[in-house]
Nanobody
Framework: QVQLVETGGGLVQAGGSLRLSCAASGRSDSLPAMGWFRQAPGKEREFISS????????????TDSDSVRGRFTISRDNAKNTMFLQMNGLRPADTAAYYCVARRIPFSGRWSEYDVDYWGQGTQVTVST
């Protein structure tokens, strides 16, 4: 089994930055693909980004929504089984619970929540005006 634990959420003023971390444990060596979703109150879960390691190459993919492009950066430290999401220029609209996710299939692209094999418990990000 695989466990995903997110840290790094919190309260930040608009324009500020946060760095989310996701530590994978258990059989995490079988996880070629990891990513992030978020869910704001009253809204559906939203795919943010994925990072996939395949054939010695790392691929990153971001949602085609203008809401995060250019402000969020995904990265991964394979040696430490940890993934990160650097979020800059935060806006009140970024307020949401952020979820670390993983898949057993190395698919780089937009994910549906139904594609995900493992979910973290989520970490809350709140951006104030």
């Amino acid at each position: 089994q695989v466990q995903l634990v997110e840290t790094g959420g919190g309260l930040v003023q608009a324009g500020g930055s946060l760095r989310l971390s996701c530590a994978a444990s258990g059989r995490s060596d079988s996880l070629p693909a990891m990513g992030w979703f978020r869910q704001a109150p009253g809204k559906e879960r939203e795919f943010i980004s994925s990072i996939v390691k395949s054939g010695g190459v790392t691929y990153t993919y971001y949602t085609d929504s203008d809401s995060v492009r250019g402000r969020f950066t995904i990265s991964r430290d394979n040696a430490k089984n940890t993934m990160f999401l650097q979020m800059n220029g935060l806006r009140p609209a970024d307020t949401a619970a952020y979820y670390c996710v993983a898949r057993r299939i190395p698919f780089s692209g937009r994910w549906s929540e139904y594609d995900v094999d493992y979910w973290g418990q989520g970490t809350q990000v709140t951006v104030s005006t």
